[in-house]
């Protein structure tokens, strides 16, 4: 089994990824497609839900994990944190699996879950990343950030 990490870089308005390469040549690849939440309103009594992708391609017909470490900023899964860029403020969020927002992304362990599927060869497995800001969150304005590990085992 082969184990690969992928950095991602999430950012209030959207995340994009950030390749680590090897010369070792790839049974998977990973690519991923922003979330973008938008402004954020302090005095909102409903959560602010956005979508991104993350799309895993094999060269052959492969069994694949997907799991996403705990933030940067607060060390765990429930709540993660975004941190001000120009600060110490923090901001909470999450990444979840399902639509619902029952289900926090993430390595396993604890209340979190993992995606796992049997991958075609050369066909996309494409798994959308549901991400939800709590409402009533008394913060600053400005660019908030948090960087999370992606591991795609095969």
């Not at 992304?105 to 879950?113: E, I, L, M, N, Y």
């Not at 009533?136 to 992606?150: C, F, H, K, P, R």
Request: aromatic share 12%; charged share 15%; net charge positive.
């Amino acid at each position: 089994m082969k184990k690969r990490l992928y950095k991602i870089a999430y950012i209030m308005a959207a995340f994009a990824i950030i390749w680590m390469t090897s010369t070792e040549s790839f049974a998977c690849n990973v690519s991923t497609t922003p979330v973008n939440f938008g402004g954020y309103d302090t005095f909102s009594t409903a959560p602010l839900d956005a979508t991104g992708t993350i799309t895993v391609l094999c060269t052959t017909r492969e069994n694949v994990t997907i799991a996403i470490g705990p933030s940067l900023n607060s060390g765990g899964f429930d709540p993660r944190m975004m941190r001000l860029i120009s600060g110490s403020e923090l901001f909470e969020y999450n990444f979840y699996t399902r639509v619902n927002h029952n289900r926090i992304w993430g390595d396993g362990s604890g209340r979190t879950r993992t995606m796992r599927q049997n991958v075609a060869r050369n066909s996309p497995w494409i798994n959308t990343v549901y991400g939800r800001i709590p409402p009533m969150q008394d913060v600053s304005a400005g660019i908030y950030n948090d960087t999370l590990t992606v591991t795609i085992t095969w």
